[in-house]
């Protein structure tokens, strides 16, 4: 492997330009680990002259790992620029992101992935099955941004023999365009099917979120629906902790990136399965903690929700999630486990759709580009994406006293049996403990499980 030096650094450089892709794609991954070990010590110069080396191979619109590497090498450069107050906020003064923008996104997510679909079918099918018999149904979503996946069960609901229960739905979204037009979608569609329907709009975000406004009355059957919410709660602030060390921890694994890598993987995934810093695999458990320090600080605005979702009683609650590692205490953490999880996510897209399509190139920069940059380049409160793996939220729902449902057998058969038609073989399913694993390869990609308050 190339030596990383300044002179690689000219576009006309006869390595860079025979390179094939399987040795480009190694390289920048060492390039990339290479910038993150020193923007952690704050080595700016060296930094600086890594991202040059890196942007001369990346490319938003080349194979996987150049695309990748592009959204990594943008977040890098953007966490250094945070160290500068005044000049990232004047480079950024006149970013916004459209209600449009936002709802195309996620509709292409929606399109583009089986993810969210395999969720939609397995929280309804969990949902039809605890409310059997009930007259009257409250479900709580905690992210109304999509009216399919109540528009599926409204069908299923007005095909009741003895007629469909009285159904109210309560939308919870920081945006009040998108609850609206989720409204209109749903009570039109209702009308439709003669279900009687009310839908109840809560424009909040979820850390501000008043329980009074959900409105939960007495004697009716409650369901509480959570797709890639919950996570967001586990912010917590460590401004202090910035102002100490503003590029903030040091990598303690000691990575060195002079070994030689084997060649001719055919994915992304592939290149980063191997053994290719120096021994340094991320286990499972590498960013986990303990269940006594799930109760401190940086999990109190979980704690409390969780809690105020357990006083709600809800005869089931089901939860959907990345089952990813994105929480760790240091830039290398989750740049390794970023790298693994995105390149599976890249290597998905690569497998379906044309790298010349308009949608892909949104989806990567607008939704994964945006997620892989708060991951790497926040800290505190204002990092969100704070991914856990699927046992975490065990041990979260346990504490808060909530008791795990099993997905029933004909749920995870019809959601198989969907994921078989997506005409994807890399797309599988697993079952984990009664709990489903939505996989690509043998990568688990999402989780999904059912709850109920334990009295």
Known sequence: MMSLSPSLG???????????????????????LSCANHVAAGNLENANTTLEQISMLASPDGD???RIATYFMESLADRILKT??????????????????????????????PFLKVAFVLTNQAIIEAMEGEKVIHIIDLNAAEAAQWIALLRVLSAHPEGPPHLRITGVHQKKEILDEVAHRLTEEAEK?????????????LENLDFDKLRVKTGEA??????????????????????????????SNGIHLQRVL??????????????????????????????????????????????????????????????CNHNGPTLMDRLLEALYSYAA??????????????????VEKMLFGEEIKNIIACEGSERKERHEKLEKWFQRFDLAGFGNVPLSYFGMVQARRFLQS???????????????LICWEDRPMYSISAWRSRK
């Open 10 to 32: 000219s576009p006309n450089n006869l390595l860079f330009r025979e390179m094939k892709s399987e040795e480009r794609g190694l390289y920048l991954i060492h390039l990339l």
């Open 64 to 66: 996987t790992m150049q």
């Open 84 to 113: 500068w107050p005044g000049i990232h906020r004047a480079l950024n003064s006149t970013k916004m992101t459209l209600i449009s923008d936002e709802i195309l996104v996620q509709k292409l997510f929606f399109e583009l992935f």
């Open 193 to 205: 099917l003669d279900i009687p329907f009310q839908f109840n709009p809560v424009a909040s975000k």
């Open 222 to 251: 409650l369901a509480i629906s959570s797709i890639l919410q919950l996570h967001t709660l586990l912010a917590w602030d460590d401004e202090a902790m910035q102002r100490k060390s503003p590029l903030l921890l040091k990598s």
């Open 262 to 323: 084997p060649m001719g993987q055919s994915t992304l995934g592939d290149l980063l399965e191997k053994d290719m810093v120096n021994g340094y695999t991320p286990s499972p458990d590498s960013t986990s903690s303990s269940p006594s320090s799930l109760t401190t600080s940086n999990s109190m605005n979980m704690e409390s929700f969780l809690n105020a979702l357990w006083g709600l009683s809800p005869k089931v609650m089901v939860v959907t999630e990345q089952d």
């Open 345 to 362: 996510l890249f290597d998905c897209l690569e497998s379906t759709v044309s790298r010349t399509s308009l949608e892909r190139l949104r």
């Open 422 to 436: 997506y005409g994807c073989e890399g797309y599988r399913m697993r079952d984990e403990n009664g709990c489903v």
